[in-house]
């Protein structure tokens, strides 16, 4: 695996692999990778000729500055991950490199940022859409691939590769859990043990309302029971915990084909995320 920090550099390895007619798979991350993480770069793995990974802290991307300072830097420990799952390039710009003096260019996806997180999150999601443009662009991958954990992230980025002709195609990939249900994210190293033991209570009662709702449960009485126990295990708070059409992210009174039930709650100081189909 070689690590390149200069876009000439990754440019002029792309452009090598291309000549020589090999797909490339690409595995966007911020780093403090986990095995969410590497089983992105499994399926970009399987599906391509080469494989980058790149790793940028995104400023553009973070809502409050405290959360940019605090986000953990582990580029040693990420490169070790990575090196025995058949990378072929890390990819870690400064953030000069990505955003240069006088950079004055947003990508906003109109309406998928305006619910869910990005209505509590003003601003993140151009940041994403902003640096994944720059990101397929620079390094030119047929495939990338994202986890469905960030479900909203993963509609925006659709849209915005079809919206701009971007030549990429798009991979979801199944979210990993802890045995107990609770999503992988690198924000799950900053609960406390007392609020990891309580964090699955997230998945298991958008789960027990996902199966009260098929078996006919009007869905707020299915969601107003599943908040109160989410609160109850020790959640402060719910951003949201919602019906929506996994495509549109429009508002659905209940389950439907491809409807998805969306959650944000904070627990010690940590804001999860979920998403289950229905
Ligand atoms: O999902 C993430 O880790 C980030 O939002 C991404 C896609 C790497 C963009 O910075």
Not at 66 to 90: I, S
Request: hydrophobic share 45%.
């Amino acid at each position: 695996m070689r690590t390149f920090r200069d876009l000439s550099q990754l440019r002029a390895r792309v452009r090598d692999w291309k000549e020589a007619g090999q797909s490339v798979g690409v595995v966007p991350t911020m780093g403090a990778l986990h095995a969410g993480h590497l089983s992105l770069v499994q399926a970009a793995r399987a599906a391509s000729d080469r494989v980058i990974v790149t790793l940028f802290v995104n400023p553009k991307q973070f809502d409050k500055p405290e959360d940019l300072a605090k986000y953990p830097r582990t580029e040693e420990a990420d490169a070790k991950l990575l090196q025995p799952m058949g990378v072929d390039v890390l990819f870690t710009p400064d953030p000069a490199a990505i955003y240069p003096p006088g950079f004055a260019t947003r990508v906003t996806v109109a309406g998928l940022p305006d619910v869910l997180c990005g209505a509590h999150r003003p601003g993140h999601f151009d940041g994403v859409a902003t640096v994944v443009t720059k990101l397929l662009l620079m390094t030119g991958a047929d495939a990338a691939f994202f986890g469905e954990k960030d479900w909203q992230q993963l509609q925006i980025i659709r849209r915005l590769v079809l919206d701009l002709n971007i030549p990429c195609r798009v991979v979801p990939c199944t979210t990993v859990r802890e045995p107990d249900g609770l999503a992988l994210s690198s924000r799950n190293a900053r609960l406390s043990p007392g609020d990891r033991l309580a964090a699955p209570t997230l998945h298991r009662e958008m789960a027990k309302a996902a199966a009260a709702m098929a078996g006919g449960m009007a869905s707020d009485k299915a969601l107003s029971a599943a908040r109160a126990a989410i609160l109850r295990a020790g959640f402060s708070e719910i951003d949201y915990l919602e019906v929506r059409a996994g495509d549109t992210l429009a508002p659905l009174e209940g389950p439907a084909p491809g409807a998805h039930l969306f959650a944000a709650a904070w627990i010690g100081g940590v804001r999860l995320i979920d998403n289950i189909g229905l």
